[in-house]
């Protein structure tokens, strides 16, 4: 990891791509974005945390389909995400929040009781829709789509899985400034710049910066 980054560093980019499959070959994957490593075969999933009172007992059931739930989503096979999605909702009563990492039950997260699968306005435009080609966005109610392009002179690189992220996020914080939800908009945002990324809404792109 040293080496590698040392690579980067100088821009020896074949170098840190060498370091990079030296590390994939004894089973280490590596997350530029949030700046981790793994070595125990598991996907890199951000973990949703539990508001509100209720949903203790069946927690840690919870937990484990939203993990499932977030690994469907990466891996674009939204049927079984969504199908997860409405069994949370239907055995637990369980809101999701998408843009905040969360989930509760009783109706937080601005519901009131069970929420019904695939309500409008339960879910935020990631979490009902989908992911297509070419830098576009699916949210569940007409297709929406992304103007920004990789700065030119944005040199690190990235996996399809977090281009892919990326692409996402851009087209969701796109959806919730037409439809001037700019709180949601702000918290993509900030999504954005955990994982080390900036945008130049004048220019219309994006780049990383560590």
């Known amino acids: 990891m040293r080496q590698r980054l040392d690579a980067k560093l100088q821009k020896d980019f ?23 490593w793994r070595a125990d075969g598991l996907p890199f999933v951000r973990g949703y945390r539990r508001v509100g009172a209720g949903g203790q007992r ?90 920004y392009t990789r700065a030119a002179d944005c040199s690190v690189e990235l996996d399809q899985q977090d281009l892919d992220e990326i692409d996402e996020l851009l087209a969701e914080r796109l959806a919730f400034k037409k439809q001037k939800r700019f709180d949601e908009a702000d918290r993509v945002q900030y999504e954005l710049r955990t994982l080390g990324v900036e945008t130049d809404d004048k220019r219309r792109e994006w780049r990383v910066k560590y």
Request: proline share 4%; glycine share 16%; net charge negative.
């Open 14 to 36: 074949a170098a840190a791509d060498d370091y990079l499959a030296q590390l994939a070959r004894v089973g280490v994957a590596v997350n530029d974005g949030t700046k981790e």
């Open 58 to 147: 069946d927690a840690a059931e919870i937990d484990a389909m939203l993990l499932e739930r977030s690994a469907a989503r990466k891996a674009r096979d939204y049927g079984t995400a969504d199908a997860i999605l409405d069994e949370l909702a239907l055995r637990f009563g369980v809101t999701v929040d998408d843009v905040e990492k969360t989930w509760s039950t009783g109706g937080h997260n601005g519901g009131s009781g069970a929420p019904s699968p695939r309500s409008p306005g339960r879910e935020t435009p990631r979490g009902r829709g989908s992911y297509g080609q070419g830098g576009g966005y699916d949210d569940g109610y007409g297709r929406g789509e992304h103007d």
